[in-house]
T-cell receptor
Framework: GENVEQHPSTLSVQEGDSAVIKCTYS??????FPWYKQELGKGPQLIID?????GEKKDQRIAVTLNKTAKHFSLHITETQPEDSAVYFC????????????FGGGTRLMVKP | GAGVSQSPRYKVAKRGQDVALRCDPI?????LFWYQQALGQGPEFLTY????????KSGLPSDRFFAERPEGSVSTLKIQRTQQEDSAVYLC??????????????FGEGSRLTVL
């Protein structure tokens, strides 16, 4: 079952606006948090990740923030473009519990031109 | 090829048939994973190989599911006596490192299985 909860399940924004997707996790042993983007008919592709010793990481228009105390992390996309439309998945990894990626349920982002 | 290759891309099976799904990981990648993705949901872990060794199969839903990677490269996921609930996209992923998830996971495009 899911140990990572992701919200919202769908998100519609106007081109140029910002989009924020939030995930919460339950296991305090989690220490690696990647975000994947999945376009229709394709496999997920890593877009950014963060490790538990860092609070924020940025790569051009995308950024991820991590709050270990509250056990949540968020993906921020600024200046959204139509090509950002896709399904986004957060995930966590617990190094001492099989080291497997556990994915959230996904967020379908639609960027309207 | 440059990426993870999966075949077939689409498979339609009658309930009770056996199916085999193939994954060609990126050359030199030690770790290989199989995930199952139901419609509208996130991928769920099935099994993990490090080279030819299957180190974790805790996600396989039943004994009808079997995976192998005999030479440490190509992997096959076999589903026996398919049921309708097996309908999903089966994703294969590989990574360079020997420790899972110390590096990027590269996914194939998946094999979509429909069981009638």
């Amino acid at each position: 079952g899911e140990n990572v909860e992701q919200h919202p399940s769908t998100l519609s924004v106007q081109e140029g606006d910002s989009a924020v997707i939030k995930c919460t996790y339950s296991d305090s042993a989690s220490n690696y948090f990647p975000w994947y983007k999945q376009e229709l008919g394709k496999g997920p592709q890593l877009i950014i990740d963060i490790r538990s010793n860092v609070g924020e990481k940025k790569d051009q228009r995308i950024a991820v923030t991590l709050n270990k105390t509250a056990k949540h992390f968020s993906l921020h996309i600024t200046e959204t473009q139509p090509e950002d439309s896709a399904v986004y998945f957060c995930a966590d990894v617990r190094w001492h519990a099989g080291n497997m990626l556990t994915f959230g349920g996904g967020t379908r982002l639609m960027v309207k031109p | 090829g440059a990426g993870v290759s999966q075949s077939p891309r689409y498979k339609v099976a009658k309930r009770g048939q056996d199916v085999a799904l193939r994954c060609d990981p990126i050359s030199g990648h030690v770790s290989l994973f199989w995930y199952q993705q139901a419609l509208g949901q996130g991928p769920e872990f099935l099994t993990y190989f490090q080279n030819e060794a299957q180190l974790d199969k805790s996600g396989l839903p039943s004994d009808r599911f079997f995976a192998e990677r005999p030479e440490g490269s190509v992997s096959t996921l076999k589903i026996q006596r398919t049921q309708q609930e097996d309908s999903a996209v089966y994703l294969c992923a590989s990574s360079l490192g020997t420790t899972p998830h110390t590096g990027e996971l590269f996914f194939g495009e998946g094999s979509r299985l429909t069981v009638l």
